[in-house]
């Protein structure tokens, strides 16, 4: 009897295995350094202080960083289109709280989530970075 449960239980395991797993599809973008640091009193930061706006940071990533005021805190994101590889396009640009790639499909995800929207059939959402409390009105932004 110990034997079948042991068979069983394999058989479970093997068939809940997928080669189709969405995070091995998102493997466009590197593991590029991230340390940033966001002074809210500094005037390229100071619209952080508001709900639903976000801030460009270059040099920072894959394609710079994309930092919004969610309204519970910050939330910083990867510049760089998840679902491409890295190209002049794949670079995201800010539109309200929604952030563009200038791809042909112009895929598009919300600064709020980082799940993309309008197209349901990405593999990926947008490269999230932790934000963290390092002052009064300061973030520090690893990964």
Not at 106 to 112: E, Q, V, W
Request: a neutral charge; proline letters at 4%.
């Amino acid at each position: 009897m110990k034997k079948i449960s042991i068979v069983f239980t394999a058989i479970l395991l093997l068939q809940n295995c997928s080669k189709n797993d969405r995070v091995n599809n998102c493997n466009f973008l590197f593991d590029a350094a991230v340390n940033a640091t966001v002074n809210l009193n500094l005037p390229q930061f100071s619209q952080l202080q508001f709900i639903s706006n976000s801030v460009y940071i270059p040099n920072q990533g894959n394609a710079g960083i994309i930092v919004t005021n969610v309204g519970t805190g910050l939330r910083a994101w990867d510049a760089a289109d998840p679902n491409h590889a890295p190209t002049s396009c794949s670079l995201l640009s800010i539109t309200g709280s929604e952030a563009t790639c200038g791809c042909q499909d112009a895929n598009t995800y919300s600064l709020f989530t980082g799940a993309p929207l309008e197209n349901g059939n990405l593999a990926c959402g947008l490269k999230e970075y932790r934000v963290s409390p390092s002052g009064s009105n300061t973030f520090l932004i690893t990964n």
